[in-house]
T-cell receptor, first 113, second 117 residues
């Protein structure tokens, strides 16, 4: 089957660095996405990895290792507004006509002062 | 501004009363889909559409219908809602379901919180 695993909850302190891990087992791989979702709001795109390595985007970075089926999202200089759920999603193979995203359940990050 | 809009944002209804949640995008995206999000179950795709007049079932289509008569609109129809359809619903769009490379970022609407009594 297809599966994406993320920790359910994490806690960190304002100003610190936190790493949110994601492991996946999917039939095919065509890119991994990270989305941020504040409570009751829509997910918003953070990052995309399709090749191995680190993609940096301001305070956020995302890493991918396809051979290990592993990714992480690194958040630096944490701010209170970073308290949110972080969703990992993998674009797998075609399933019929659908290149759908397979979603993890999300990691709820609480940033404390 | 590029966006996906949904209406209504909140809806409380009763079992069996037909309802429609509208979704519209202004990015000329070909691919649109509907998700429901429930605690502990994450985002699950209900239906998707590759283009106008092309729709197909996602992972949890039972009890839902969709239509895609125009590129920008993708309404979700609940013919006879039941309490197990109480959920947070998101419409999403992206450029193309056929795009093999690139980010092909998916954009989400603001969500519709539906309660069926």
């Amino acid at each position: 089957g297809q599966n994406i695993d993320q920790p359910t909850e994490m806690t960190a302190t304002e100003g610190a660095i936190v790493q949110i891990n994601c492991t996946y087992q999917t039939s095919g791989f065509n890119g991994l996405f990270w989305y941020q979702q504040h409570a009751g709001e829509a997910p918003t795109f953070l990052s995309y990895n399709v090749l191995d390595g680190l993609e940096e985007k301001g305070r956020f970075s995302s890493f991918l290792s396809r051979s290990k089926g592993y990714s992480y999202l690194l958040l630096k200089e944490l701010q209170m507004k970073d308290s949110a759920s972080y969703l990992c999603a993998v674009r797998g193979n075609w399933a019929g006509n659908n290149r759908k995203l397979i979603w993890g359940l999300g990691t709820s990050l609480a940033v404390n002062p | 501004e590029a966006q996906v809009t949904q209406n209504p944002r909140y809806l409380i209804t009763v079992t069996g009363k037909k309802l429609t949640v509208t979704c519209s995008q202004n990015m000329n995206h070909e691919y649109m889909s509907w998700y429901r999000q429930d605690p502990g179950l994450g985002l699950r795709q209900i239906y998707y559409s590759m283009n106008v007049e092309v729709t197909d079932k996602g992972d949890v289509p039972e009890g839902y219908k969709v239509s895609r008569k125009e590129k920008r609109n993708f309404p979700l129809i609940l013919e006879s809602p039941s309490p197990n359809q109480t959920s947070l619903y998101f419409c999403a769009s992206r450029k193309s379901g056929l795009a093999p490379l690139g980010t092909d970022t998916q954009y989400f609407g603001p969500g519709t919180r539906l309660t069926v009594l």
